[in-house]
């Protein structure tokens, strides 16, 4: 398994990450019409995902959408794996930060923030990005993947300009041993949780859906500000995250308000441009007992 997963990645995808822009975004361009006109990759789940979560959208509308958004998908997997040998400075000219100081303000307080962001534009060049606009040490949640030869790969990648990362298993222990340290704790919360039970019921896009709920559960245990990073497509390859304070009380609020909170903010971001959704994905695969 090591051997073959070696092969691909320095006979295709090494050599891929080397390609220059603009040749990487015109094989991004054949891989379009790949994806979408040849194989219909994930075609189902796309377009009942964008009718169950658009229905004021006619047909014609939301064909316009998917094409949008199969041109951006094909766009972000190569953007993933340029950062293989991507340097810093590529990835830092090509994340626009806007309200940074309220990071710094915080980290002068000597306070940990927990930040919450989507599977939205693109989540992970703003990610590697983040130590050159934060004084904070900069910890990021992932999910090891099965491949021994990939996790590594992708350990290396995501970490290589100083970012922690923690398997989800560690969570708990990470924020237990540094919670007198000033970190910030990313999470990417969109996600669907292995256990509905143990997830929180919120209407999102017009649908019933079941969230995790880790960034309310640790920001209300460690009094930890929920800071929200807003990543927007500014254009092709440029992008821009936006941190807006969620809450600074996070002790103070209800169950389930922090949630249903980063929530809105995302449902928001999507509405204004659902293109860039990460629509592949069977979000909505739980049904809400009703019982």
Known sequence: MNFFSALLY????FPLSLLPERVMYAFSDALYFIFYHLLGYRKKVVVGNLKKSLPEKTDAEIKQIMKKFYRHFCDIFLEGIKTFTASEKYITD???????????????QNRSVILATGHYANWEWPALAFIRHSSHHALGIYKPVSNKFFDKKLQ???SKFGLTLMAIREVAKYFEEHKTIACSYGFIF???PSNPDKGHWVTFLNQDTVVLTGVERYARQYDFPVIYGKITKQKR?????????VTDTPQQTRNGEITEAIMRINEKLILAAPEFYLWTHRRWKYKRNTV
């Open 10 to 13: 320095y006979l295709f995808l």
């Open 94 to 108: 090509r994340v626009q930060v806007v309200n940074g100081e309220l990071l710094e303000n915080y980290y002068h």
């Open 156 to 158: 290396q990648t995501r």
């Open 190 to 192: 969109d996600q669907s």
């Open 237 to 245: 390859g440029m992008y821009r995250i936006e941190y807006e304070l």
